[in-house]
């Protein structure tokens, strides 16, 4: 499938609630898509399962005149000049590609993944040039100073996550704790595919983007769909929750529409849009009665994955100690 600038703008037009596209907002991005001298987007994964990738790329409509793949769309419709896995080139001429975009300067490097620091950083080598292996510390290293933007897809990179939980002897850090750098997060494991898209066009489009304290947009982590601050938490604004529905306390897992706080949901603690923000893989938009196939609405209790704190001893406990 052939994707075009044209059809990118499409697929931002069609997704432009979940993107934070006003009508203003859509037209800054078509002009600044039609720009020859837009940013390049290098894509580097490191530590991780590649999970937020396939998640990208799982960012499937089956809605007829809709792009099919948000992966499709933006490896066609913006310069993205590498990624492991979606770009055309492979070896020396990606690599070199890669190279031609950082002596430019003009480019936003998106990282996936923790850095492994042990063993001099070997665990993950990101590609070899004349023979010599470079490891994904020493990339970190050397295209963070010079990117537009470093943005962490991923709660890896963006904190760390499961290469950096218990005592993993590759000594794996955020991308942030590696370089002491202040990065912008996309944190989930995986990565909502839509957020990943906001964070692109709102550096396209030169947008200042307000960051909480971790790091993540406000806009995406610290409110609810109506732009309220105290719709931030999952549990405030999900459709089990007993205070304001009056609905049942889950005793086992597979029960439909109870509220699974016994079970050990961690909904209370979490801040983000979840409940309306996974509508390409049939998630719920706010509003609609259908249940939606976030975590919660197939039955599963947030673990808390864009949470800094991913993955605590709790996080897959039946018993949630704050
Ligand atoms: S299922 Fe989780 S997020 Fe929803 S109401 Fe219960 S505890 Fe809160
Ligand atoms: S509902 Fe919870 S576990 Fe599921 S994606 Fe959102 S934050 Fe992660």
């Known amino acids: 499938m052939s994707i075009t600038r044209r059809s990118f703008f499409r697929y931002c037009t069609l997704s432009a609630a979940a993107l934070g596209l006003d009508a203003c907002g859509l037209r800054l991005l078509r002009e600044a898509l039609a720009n020859p001298a837009a940013p390049s987007v290098i894509w580097l994964i490191g530590s991780a399962c590649t999970g937020c990738s396939v998640s990208f790329l799982n960012r499937i409509s089956d809605k007829a005149g809709e792009p099919a793949d948000v992966a499709d769309v933006v490896a066609n419709a913006i310069n993205l000049v590498f990624h492991p896995t ?15 975009a950082y002596n430019r300067g003009n480019y936003i490097l998106v990282l996936e993944g923790a850095v492994p620091t042990a063993f001099q950083g070997h665990p993950c080598v990101v590609w070899s040039y ?4 470079v490891t994904f510390q020493e ?9 537009l933007q470093t943005v962490c897809v991923g709660t890896c990179a963006s904190f760390g ?19 002491g750098r202040r990065t912008l997060n996309i944190s989930g494991c995986p990565a909502n595919p839509d957020w990943v898209v906001w964070a692109v066009v709102q550096l396209l489009l030169g947008n200042p983007v307000t960051l909480d304290a971790d790091g993540r947009p406000s806009a995406l982590y610290n409110t609810g769909f109506t732009g309220a601050a105290e719709d ?5 604004k999900c459709p089990r929750n007993p205070g304001k529905t009056g609905t049942v306390l889950a005793e086992a897992f597979g029960e439909d529409g109870h509220c699974l706080e016994p079970l050990g949901c961690r909904g209370p603690f979490t801040k983000a849009r979840c409940n309306g923000a996974w ?3 049939g998630g719920h938009a706010p509003g609609q ?16 994955c864009v949470e800094k704190s991913f993955p605590g001893p709790q996080s897959f406990s039946e018993t949630y100690i704050p």
């Not at 996550?161 to 370089?179: C, D, E, K, L, Y």
């Not at 009665?289 to 808390?304: D, R, S």
């Open 86 to 100: 979606l770009m055309g080139s492979a070896g020396e001429t990606a690599v070199s590609a890669l190279k031609q």
């Open 130 to 133: 004349h023979g010599r292996e």
């Open 139 to 147: 990339a970190v290293q050397e295209l963070t100073p010079r990117a």
């Open 161 to 179: 996550g499961i290469p950096a939980a218990g005592s993993n002897p590759t000594r794996a850090m955020s991308v942030g704790q590696f370089t």
């Open 232 to 236: 931030a938490i999952i549990h405030d």
């Open 279 to 281: 509508n390409g893989i």
């Open 289 to 304: 009665a259908h249940p939606g196939h976030w975590c919660i609405g197939v039955n599963a209790p947030c673990h808390g």
